[in-house]
């Protein structure tokens, strides 16, 4: 990226006004991109919020969204791997919404301006039993905690660990958006509950609470992302309601709202192709 001064010459500002006043716009626009790339600090796991920054923060393009508002399903932790502590950092505000009450704790402490609940996502209402994994002691205690019981099975099989049950109080997005949400335009969610997250996306009414764009973790069942391109719930669940898939990282999957964003736009965002 460019850092250096780019002068201003007295003749030519003369010859051509309007030549100088467009070097300046853009020495101003490399100014403040510069701002942005002088942090080079991410936190999540593969590379989402490198996504994230490019479609929502891309001052050279001049395309900035100022105070968005985000809605973390499954948020886990506010900083380590954290796909949305990007954005709080940049002035965001939104919902952190996770079902283990020692993350929710983290949250309220580091993440005092959000919204913070204590909520597994779900398609019902009232307790349910939550699968918590890892040692009480740990910052990262939760990690692959789950409300699926297959999942939960999985984990303990292969790790040779034993899951801690806990009763916890389940809502629907739709529940969620009602009572936190209003009225806000929703800019990004994200979904991360270890194979939950297809019916925490039906319990969701998307007639009336759309996020423009979506970021979804897939735990592929058959190691290819072809297979899963033709054949995943989550993915045809969102089509259905209009969402387009536009980018990947080895676990999340990103769609944008079809009918909020145009396909001019997502190319401003990403290289984009069609299918």
């Known amino acids: 990226m460019f850092k250096e001064k780019i002068p201003i010459i007295g003749s030519l500002y003369k010859k051509n006004k309007k030549l100088c006043e467009t070097v300046a716009q853009m020495k101003n626009q490399i100014e403040q991109q510069n701002k942005l790339l002088d942090s080079h600090v991410y936190y999540s796991s593969l590379g989402e919020d490198i996504i994230l920054k490019n479609i929502f923060f891309d001052y050279f393009r001049g395309y900035v969204t100022e105070k968005g508002f985000y809605i973390d399903v499954g948020a886990y932790h506010p900083r380590c791997a954290s796909n949305t502590k990007i954005l709080y950092d940049r002035g965001w505000r939104g919902i952190n919404i996770e079902a283990n009450p020692y993350a929710v704790n983290r949250f309220n402490k580091f993440r005092p301006h959000d919204i913070n609940l204590n909520y597994a996502v779900s398609g019902e209402m009232g307790e349910i039993d ?7 002691q740990s910052e990262f205690y939760g990690s692959s905690s789950t409300i699926d019981i297959n999942f939960k099975n999985y984990v303990e099989k292969t790790q ?21 949400v209003k009225n806000k335009r929703i800019d990004f969610m994200n979904i991360d509950i270890e194979c939950g997250e297809l019916e925490a996306l039906k319990s969701n009414d998307f007639s009336l609470y ?28 969102l089509k259905s309601e209009n969402y387009k898939l536009f980018s990947i990282t080895l676990l999340t999957y990103f769609f944008y709202d079809t009918l909020s964003e145009s396909k001019a736009q997502i190319e401003t965002w990403l290289d984009f192709s069609d299918d």
């Open 130 to 136: 939550f699968y918590l994994f890892g040692d009480e």
């Open 160 to 180: 040779n660990v034993v899951a801690k049950t806990l009763k916890v109080p389940s809502n629907t997005l739709k529940f969620i958006m009602q009572n936190y």
């Open 210 to 237: 759309r996020p423009r764009v979506i970021a979804v973790e897939i735990l592929s069942k058959t190691g290819s992302v072809e297979n899963e391109l033709k054949n995943n719930s989550v993915i045809q669940y």
